[in-house]
């Protein structure tokens, strides 16, 4: 008997840098935002027939919301269905966003070391950016958010 096969998406999620933003972080990216957004895409471009087709096997994975990475779950015969609803995703929570795939892969395996590598360079940038305004809390919800990656499983 076969597995079901699935698709992983390495994604960020990239604040529309055209739009003034009026306060420092407008939104927070949870789960359940960004499962919302992919959603209610999927929705409107692809009816309810789409929505329920890729519904089987759809899941946020992982979501950072210091570094704004993401890991998406779908399964093979919709992940092409599922990218182009994120590619047509333009807010989140009313804060205009685009999303940019960082890496398509068949196993978790793949994408956790994708997504581990891109975190730490992003962090890294954070780091950079925040100089010495950076609190310990920030590190350890960090190193939260990485040891979460190194669990992921199916």
């Avoid at 096969?5 to 789960?31: C, G, S």
């Avoid at 929505?51 to 704004?68: D, H, W």
């Amino acid at each position: 008997m076969v597995g079901f096969k699935n698709r992983y998406m390495t994604l960020e999620v990239i604040l529309d840098p055209n739009k003034e933003l009026a306060k420092k972080d407008p939104v927070i990216i949870t789960t359940y935002n960004v499962t919302k957004a992919i959603k209610d895409s999927i929705l409107v471009n692809f009816g309810e027939c789409g929505l329920a087709s890729s519904l089987g096997s759809f899941q946020v994975k992982y979501v950072n919301e210091i570094t704004r990475l993401c890991i998406i779950r779908a399964s093979r015969e919709d992940h092409q269905k599922v990218w182009s609803a994120i590619t047509m995703v333009r807010s989140i929570a009313d804060c205009p966003v685009i999303f940019n795939l960082l890496d398509l892969s068949g196993s978790i395996r793949a994408c956790k070391t994708a997504a581990l590598k891109c975190d730490e360079l992003k962090f890294e940038q954070h780091k950079v950016v925040v100089g010495s305004n950076l609190s310990a809390q920030d590190t350890q919800k960090m190193q939260f958010y990485l040891d979460k990656i190194k669990g992921l499983e199916h």
